[in-house]
């Protein structure tokens, strides 16, 4: 199986105390060395509001713990909203670039990245538009008819609200064939969906010493962000031994917003709808 690693912040933050750590699992702490990429949305010029269009996306067919590239993004971190990284350890499709995730496509006029940790059963489904897997693993396949799907729910541009429902009915259709853990994003916001494991923890001020698990450091959060920073970290795996991190349900569908979590209208409508009727 693979590994996922996404963060979503207020305030454009660097990923490279978790990607450091996190890349140690792509053939050294751990066996994903079957490739290894990420992307992070152009911070420059961005904020809150109008969150950057442009992507930098790095893969490689090398294990992240060992591959040049990685070591590159280790020592030349960079500032963004939202990132998407990803080591594999393949179970459909070959060790090629063309398999190694994220994977981007375009959609109303802005990038979307998706990294995808699981096995897709007898997944074969209709692609009919303009969205084609290049490679051949069941995970690309599963993002091209997201993306299809999507675009036909709406006519226009949804906002992150729409999205996050129109998701809670697409997933299960493609969950139902195995194991689907996930991480999208659009520049926007950072969705995360667990089939069988995934865990986010919340940052914020003040900020705390963090131990960091795949290396035997420690680090002082406060001397990397100040007051206004916020953000969410999200991985299968726990990256440090002193933190809260939450465990995601099975069937379990986040999205998290200016680096904290953010509910859907529809579910906020019907949690006051049931407060009103037991009251």
């Known amino acids: 199986m693979c590994q996922l690693l996404g963060m979503n912040s207020r305030l454009p933050a660097s990923l490279h105390l978790s990607f450091t750590g996190f890349s140690q699992r792509g053939g050294c702490t751990d066996h994903h060395a079957d490739g290894w990429g990420i992307a992070f949305f152009e911070s420059d010029g961005a904020t809150p509001d109008q969150p950057g ?3 930098r996306y790095f893969v490689d067919k090398e294990g992240a713990a060992t591959s040049p590239i990685a070591k ?68 690309e396949l599963a993002f091209c008819w997201l993306l299809q799907e999507l675009d036909k729910s709406h006519a ?51 900020f705390t010493q963090v131990h960091m698990k795949d ?38 569908l986040q999205v998290f917003v200016e680096g904290a979590l953010a509910i859907c209208a529809s579910r906020a409508s019907a949690a006051l709808t049931a407060q009103r009727i037991s009251a």
């Open 53 to 55: 269009k442009g992507i």
């Open 215 to 252: 290396e035997d450091v420690r680090v002082d959060l406060a001397t990397l962000n100040g007051p206004q920073d916020r953000l969410a970290i999200v991985v299968t795996e726990p990256l440090t031994l002193n933190e809260d991190w939450v465990a995601m349900a099975p069937g379990e």
């Open 72 to 139: 590159m993004l280790r020592n030349y971190p960079i500032k963004s909203h939202n990132v998407i990284a990803h080591v594999r350890k393949a179970t459909v499709g070959a060790v090629t670039l063309e398999n190694c995730h994220p994977f981007v496509r375009e959609l109303w006029g802005r990038y979307w990245v998706f990294a995808h940790n699981g096995d897709l059963k007898n997944y074969a489904p209709p692609l009919h538009g303009s969205f084609r897997p290049v490679g051949n693993t069941d995970s």
């Open 156 to 206: 226009g541009v949804p906002s992150v609200d729409e999205l996050t429902c129109t998701l809670r009915e697409l997933v299960p259709q493609i969950a139902s064939h195995g194991t689907f853990n996930f991480l999208l994003s659009n520049g926007q916001a950072l969705w995360a969906h667990a089939s069988t494991k995934l865990h986010y923890v919340l940052r914020r001020y003040p």
